[in-house]
């Protein structure tokens, strides 16, 4: 099985501290995804990497940045946590093999920043 | 740009009836579509798949969903919902970019069984 693992699963951080969230992946996937999702407006894309060292701006990346050094492992930093940062965060990855297009998710990362 | 939209944000349904959760889609291309759950407080769970080949795709949990390409629909069915069918649920599209997939969400259906 698949296994997509978050660094936490409960993060409570205050504002203007650099917040780390580290996502890896077991299943030698391409690509990695950073969401957050808030109450009534879906998920939303922060960034997501098609390689090592490769990113790509999803919808809604200001404040954030990312880093994919190994394959296997997707960071995603809060340079200076701001309060409208508090939200859940997921991360996923997903296989560029014919049919096997799916995305798997973790469990997910519920920061607070107070 | 592709899109997906879910036309209901909440849909009820008695224990044992069957149950529907719409989803619509827009693409240039082939469209290859996703159904996902989400359970409180967890990530999303892959459900099934569209990619090709039969319009009628079975997935995990009995859950089954009919593609339609002329209507660009792809609803969610169940024959006789189960309270812990209750959940938040997702369709989605691939994205094809120019460095590889994307995935384009729609805003979420809150399915509620009631006993």
């Known amino acids: 099985d698949v296994k997509v693992t978050q660094s936490s699963r409960y993060l409570v951080k205050r504002t203007g501290e650099k917040v780390f969230l580290e996502c890896v992946q077991d299943?030698?996937?391409?690509?990695m995804f950073w969401y957050r999702q808030d109450p009534g407006l879906g998920l939303r894309l922060i960034y997501f990497?098609?390689?090592?060292?490769?990113?790509e701006k999803g919808d809604i990346p200001e404040g954030y940045s990312v880093s994919r050094e190994k394959k296997e492992r997707f960071s995603l930093i809060l340079e200076s946590a701001s309060t409208n940062q508090t939200s859940m965060y997921l991360c996923?990855?997903?296989?560029?093999?014919?049919?096997?297009?799916?995305?798997?998710f973790g469990p997910g990362t519920r920061l607070t920043v107070t | 740009a592709q899109s997906v939209a879910q036309p209901e944000d909440q849909v009820n349904v008695a224990e044992g009836n069957p149950l529907t959760v719409k989803c619509t889609y827009s693409?240039?291309?082939?469209?290859?579509l996703f159904w996902y759950v989400q359970y409180p407080n967890r990530g999303l769970q892959f459900l099934l798949k569209?990619?090709?080949?039969?319009?009628l795709v079975k997935g995990s949990y009995g859950f089954e969903a009919e593609f339609n390409k002329s209507q660009t629909s792809f609803h969610l069915k169940k024959p006789s919902a189960l309270v812990s069918d209750s959940a938040l649920y997702f369709c989605?599209?691939?994205?094809?970019?120019?460095?590889?997939?994307?995935?384009?969400f729609g805003p979420g259906t809150r399915l509620s069984v009631l006993p």
């Open positions: 996923a990855s997903s296989s560029n093999r014919p049919r096997l297009y799916e995305q798997y």
């Open positions: 299943m030698d996937h391409e690509n």
């Open positions: 990497s098609y390689d090592v060292k490769m990113k």
């Open positions: 693409v240039s291309g082939n469209p290859y």
């Open positions: 569209y990619i090709t080949g039969d319009n």
């Open positions: 989605a599209v691939r994205e094809t970019t120019n460095y590889g997939q994307n995935f384009v």
